[in-house]
T-cell receptor, first 113, second 115 residues
């Protein structure tokens, strides 16, 4: 039968293309943001982070962009690979919250070989 | 470092039974978080501790759920009595908050099935 569940936004890309995953965060007092990757059957894993005093940060094949004006965060993955297939979560930390993070709903990235 | 350790990895129990999930945070981390993940509701924060003290338990769904952190290296999440709707993957995460910006490190999760 059909399962009823959380409808995750899904992004389907061709291997080798660039991927952009977007996230809207909720609190203008948030001072730190993280992107996590969760593969099937595993816990979320850290990908990249950014502080609120920055608007861009680059890692290996990944870039995070922060637009505080519209409370928007994006994750760009260059030359997407099948191993990038996973659910991606953005998370925000509200200043003074002792490490507590507010997680977004997640986006499922599917990479076609 | 072994990372965050959770046990058991899988638990199948019958409705009404007591379930205890265990977590060992990363050594030196001073905050610990318990999450529940389901298809219906996604990733939900249940409770978190800072320096072994519960800070926010507003996410604990009912009195059937309780969590303890008797010392810096161990925490438990208990469900008594368990119900089928408690079936989910339960994650523990830890972080060291006294430094600069740090991410939460997640354990592998415990998949709980209540029949």
């Amino acid at each position: 039968g059909e399962s009823v569940g959380l409808h995750l936004p899904t992004l389907s890309v061709q291997e080798g293309d660039n991927s952009i995953i977007n996230c809207a965060y909720s609190n203008s007092a948030s001072d730190y943001f993280i992107w996590y990757k969760q593969e099937s059957g595993k816990g979320p894993q850290f990908i990249i982070d950014i502080r609120s005093n920055m608007d861009k940060r680059q890692g290996q094949r990944v870039t995070v962009l922060l637009n505080k004006t519209v409370k928007h965060l994006s994750l760009q993955i260059a030359a997407t690979q099948p191993g990038d297939s996973a659910v991606y979560f953005c998370a925000e930390r509200v200043w003074g919250s002792q490490g507590n993070l507010i997680f977004g709903k997640g986006t499922k990235l599917s990479v076609k070989p | 470092d072994a990372g965050v350790i959770q046990s058991p990895r899988h638990e199948v129990t019958e409705m009404g039974q007591e379930v205890t999930l265990r977590c060992k945070p990363i050594s030196g981390h001073n905050s610990l978080f318990w999450y529940r993940q389901t298809m219906m509701r996604g990733l939900e924060l249940l409770i978190y501790f800072n320096n072994n003290v519960p800070i926010d338990d507003s996410g604990m769904p009912e009195d059937r759920f309780s969590a303890k952190m008797p010392n810096a290296s161990f925490s438990t999440l208990k469900i008594q009595p368990s119900e089928p709707r408690d079936s989910a993957v339960y994650f523990c995460a830890s972080i060291e908050t006294s430094g600069s910006d740090n991410e939460q490190f997640f354990g592998p999760g415990t998949r709980l099935t209540v029949l």
